[in-house]
């Protein structure tokens, strides 16, 4: 047992009320139990693996988007902007390190010169105002040792140390009077006269059972079987696992690189290229590429044998890159509700009432930007809650 984790509602067949239960401790999970529990007493936040963190949020590129991509007017572009401010200003006042690095995207030749400038208008669009064209001679300035015939400057953007934020928004929900289970999986929820009843399977394989008048879902990669446990199906919540491997640059090449550099982003925005990150230990990577899965299985394998097309793709703005300067470093799974192939989706955001469920709150394919717009989300989800 964690410090802080409850011992009470894990007596078998004994039932306790909880005002809201929040379903997955990630990111986002966590982010809406710190910010319910300012608000509400017996709030519950439930995890099945032994701490939080342990999916998607500690297998991402830890980036502060500045929301230059979302298509207009999604919650996508309203979350991400919103929450990069939210966020910076979390940063600066829990002490939680991160650097507001900013971002390049570069054009490498003649074709790619329009799409940022495409990219730009659709920035402007979501409100994204601060991005300034740079020609070559400006990106040599900002970084020496990269090719671009011309680039777009993010100012906004920065990186982040994941963890760290989730360890404060885990030690806020604690010390506001929330109650963190782990360990424990919700394996059934049942809608009842006045909210949901909520079935567990802890580590020692006993179920135990409790009420709650709110329930969040937000289980990430399993978020669509948790509504499918609660009643509902839809084909459209499917969620569909897509991979993301990624290199490092080994030393001393790693030092040549000082903020995030991104090509111009896939078709379908399936993921935005292989990018350059730079991690708040020094550490570059480089990644992800965009693999869907052909079934729902965690396979967190590097395939060595990437390792060809990693390089060729990033080597057109790193010229100073040889093949031997990469080496496997992690993978990652991103929640899609968009086939392969298919136009990006936004967001699944719901309060369920209009199904039939009323206080089942869905998070279904959180995927980038999830982090940045975690604070925003938090608030989003406590307004639904209000109302
Ligand atoms: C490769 C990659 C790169 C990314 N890069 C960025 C980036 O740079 N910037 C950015 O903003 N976003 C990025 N993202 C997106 C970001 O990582 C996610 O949006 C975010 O981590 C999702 O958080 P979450 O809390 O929804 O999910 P998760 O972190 O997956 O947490 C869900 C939790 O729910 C738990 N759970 C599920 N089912 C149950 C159950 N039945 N009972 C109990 N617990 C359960 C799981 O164990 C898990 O801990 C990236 C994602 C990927 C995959």
Redesign the pocket.
């Known amino acids: 047992m964690v410090p802080g984790s409850i011992l009470f509602i894990c007596k078998s067949g004994e039932i306790v009320d909880a005002e809201i239960t929040v379903?997955?401790?990630?990111?986002?999970?966590?982010a809406i139990a710190e910010k319910v529990t300012e608000e509400y007493n017996n709030v519950f936040l439930?995890?099945?693996?032994e701490t939080?963190?342990?999916?998607?949020?500690?297998?991402?590129?830890?980036?502060?988007?500045a929301g230059i991509y979302y298509p207009e007017g999604s919650l996508k572009s309203k979350l991400?902007i919103e929450g990069k401010w939210l966020l910076y200003e979390y940063c600066k006042k829990h002490d939680i390190p991160y650097k507001n690095c900013g971002k390049l995207i570069v054009a490498t030749s003649a074709e790619e010169i329009p799409v940022i400038e495409g990219i730009r208008e659709n920035a402007l669009r979501n409100g994204v105002d601060d991005l300034t064209v740079l020609n070559r001679e400006q990106v040599a300035v900002l970084e020496p040792n990269i090719y671009a015939l011309k680039a777009i400057f993010s100012p906004s953007t920065g990186i982040i140390d994941t963890h760290s934020l989730m360890k404060r928004f885990e030690t806020r929900i604690l010390n506001n009077g929330g109650q963190i289970v782990y360990r424990?999986?919700?394996?059934g929820i049942k809608k009842i006269e006045k909210g949901y009843e909520i079935t567990?399977l802890d580590a020692d394989n006993k179920y135990f059972c409790f009420t709650s008048r709110i329930v969040i879902n937000?289980?990430?990669?399993?978020?669509d079987?948790?509504s499918e446990?609660a009643g509902i199906r839809d084909e459209r919540l499917k969620i569909h696992f897509?991979k993301?491997e990624?290199f490092r640059i080994n030393p001393p090449k790693n030092k040549l690189i000082n903020r995030l550099v991104y090509p111009v982003p896939h078709h379908n925005m399936e993921g935005i290229g292989i990018h350059v990150?730079v991690d708040m230990g020094g550490g570059v990577k480089l990644?992800?590429d965009v693999t869907y899965l052909d079934s729902n299985i965690y396979d967190y394998r590097i395939s060595q044998s990437k390792q060809e097309a990693f390089w060729r793709s990033v080597s057109k703005f790193l010229p100073f890159l040889g093949y031997d300067d990469i080496s496997p470093e992690m993978?990652?799974?991103?929640?899609k509700i968009q086939k392969a192939g298919e136009p990006i989706r936004d967001f699944y955001i719901m309060e369920e009432t209009k199904n039939g469920y009323p206080g089942f709150i869905n998070?279904i394919g959180?995927?980038?930007?999830?982090?940045?717009?975690?604070i925003a989300i938090a608030n989003y989800i406590l307004t639904l809650i209000r109302n």
Do not use: D, W
Request: aromatic fraction near 4%.
């Open positions: 379903i997955g401790a990630g990111v986002i999970g966590l439930i995890e099945k693996h939080f963190g342990q999916e998607t949020s500690s297998r991402n590129s830890e980036v502060i988007h991400c424990s999986e919700v394996t567990l937000s289980g990430g990669l399993t978020s079987k948790v446990m897509c993301g990624y990150t990644g992800p993978a990652g799974i991103r929640p998070l959180m995927e980038s930007p999830g982090l940045t717009s975690s």
